[in-house]
């Protein structure tokens, strides 16, 4: 594998159910991000790793909790979602937290709420 | 905070035609960066050129060249010889030292090429 990978690329989940989603960097990077792409709305940051520290949380309800156990992986723990939720959730990674470093993105998991 | 518009929710253009798609942006910095992404069907974005905003000389890659306005806050990206492979949405993001970590994006513009 290499670059970003994220598992599972589709998941549907009811509104009482737990998930997680899964990014792996290949890319030896000490940063990792996780975003959310709504339809019709930009790109938001949702959480900043840096060195498996969680240094940025874009005010998230606590429905989503993210756990980065070493550099190279990161996951969204899911639960209790609600159908607003669905969206396409993408990780990315960067060499360090400076804002002069490229991030480089992960496929995205499409997530749907029922 | 930063802030970043595009205002052409879609394109289309023929193939082998030049398209300019584009970005507008607000912020307080003054050093930033700005880019543009391209997130084809297989949803991974994809850095396509990028404009360091203390460099007057647009950015170029290839086919891409960037039309760089910093008094107008403007960031326009040019495809040329634009190519079927070139439809995706096409994202306009920024970054800066002032600002949060992570890339503040617009709502992208979803780009057709006419066969």
Known sequence: ETGVTQTPRHLVMGMTNKKSLKCEQHLGHNAMYWYKQSAKKPLELMFVYSLEERVENNSVPSRFSPECPNSSHLFLHLHTLQPEDSALYLCASSQSRRWTDEQFFGPGTRLTVL | ?115
């Open chain 2, 1 to 115: 905070a930063q802030t970043v518009t595009q205002s052409q929710p879609e394109m289309s253009v023929q193939e082998a035609e030049t398209v300019t798609l584009s970005c507008t942006y607000d912020t307080s910095e003054s050093d930033y960066y700005l880019f543009w992404y391209k997130q084809p069907p297989s949803r991974q974005m994809i850095l396509v050129i990028r404009q360091e905003a203390y460099k007057q000389q647009n950015a170029t890659e290839n086919r891409f060249s960037v039309n760089f306005q910093k008094a107008a806050k403007s960031f326009s990206l040019k495809i040329s010889d634009s190519q079927l492979g070139d439809a995706a949405m096409y994202f306009c993001a920024s970054t800066s030292g002032g600002g949060a970590d992570g890339l503040t994006f617009g709502k992208g513009t979803h780009l057709i090429i006419q066969p």
